[in-house]
């Protein structure tokens, strides 16, 4: 809580500066086209101080975190709850690295591997499996509770996006 206090004070400060930069007049022509690339503050002297950039936290920046359970796999040792946690790659999830690198990955493609099967998609009437799943925590910042199952080719297709994270059901 302390360093996000700091980097809420330090951004507004800088914010401010660059208003403020905008707002007074330039003590110089010189002072004026540096006030053109940055945040600066003035001193009493005239004297410029450039405000260094403070990089904001980026929700992407902090690490993905799930709760995945799964049921009805038909898999030995796949049902049951598991943690996962992603940057670094962690917690009681029986493949966690090739899931958090899979979740990278999907990541990377901008893909959502957490969307429903939109509505209106024509999907195969293939059954995979009473398997069913759920997903919920935080991925690239954003929450996420998302529920899978095996019920028809959209969903199949959709599970097996998701491998390792969900375990694959096939032989």
Same mark, same amino acid.
């Given at each position: 809580?302390?360093?996000?206090?700091?980097?809420?004070?330090?951004?507004?400060?800088?914010?401010?500066?660059?208003?403020?930069?905008?707002?007074?007049?330039?003590?110089?022509?010189?002072?004026?086209?540096?006030?053109?690339?940055?945040?600066?503050?003035?001193?009493?002297?005239?004297?410029?101080?450039?405000?260094?950039?403070?990089?904001?936290?980026?929700?992407?920046?902090?690490?993905?975190?799930?709760?995945?359970?799964?049921?009805?796999?038909? +898999?030995? *040792?796949? @049902?049951? %709850?598991? &943690?996962?946690?992603?940057?670094?790659? #962690?917690?009681?999830?029986?493949? =966690?690295?090739?899931?958090?690198?899979?979740?990278?990955?999907?990541?990377?493609?901008?893909?959502?591997?957490?969307?429903?099967?939109?509505?209106?998609?024509?999907?195969?009437? +293939?059954? *995979?499996? @009473?398997? %069913?799943? &759920?997903?919920?925590?935080?991925?690239? #910042?954003?929450?996420?509770?998302? =529920?899978?199952?095996?019920?028809?080719?959209?969903?199949?297709?959709?599970?097996?996006?998701?491998?390792?994270?969900?375990?694959?059901?096939?032989?």
């Amino acid at each position: 809580m302390p360093r996000r206090l700091v980097l809420t004070a330090a951004a507004s400060i800088a914010a401010s500066a660059a208003l403020l930069g905008a707002v007074a007049p330039a003590a110089s022509a010189d002072a004026s086209a540096r006030a053109d690339t940055g945040a600066f503050i003035e001193s009493a002297d005239s004297t410029l101080t450039r405000l260094a950039p403070v990089p904001l936290p980026l929700a992407e920046d902090a690490p993905d975190e799930f709760t995945v359970t799964v049921a009805d796999s038909g +898999l030995r *040792g796949a @049902d049951g %709850t598991y &943690r996962l946690k992603c940057r670094p790659a #962690g917690g009681t999830h029986l493949q =966690a690295r090739a899931a958090c690198d899979r979740l990278a990955q999907l990541a990377s493609e901008q893909k959502d591997p957490f969307a429903p099967v939109p509505k209106g998609a024509q999907c195969t009437m +293939l059954y *995979g499996g @009473d398997a %069913t799943a &759920r997903i919920t925590g935080t991925w690239q #910042g954003r929450a996420v509770d998302a =529920a899978f199952n095996r019920k028809n080719g959209c969903e199949i297709a959709r599970w097996q996006t998701l491998e390792p994270v969900l375990p694959s059901t096939r032989g």
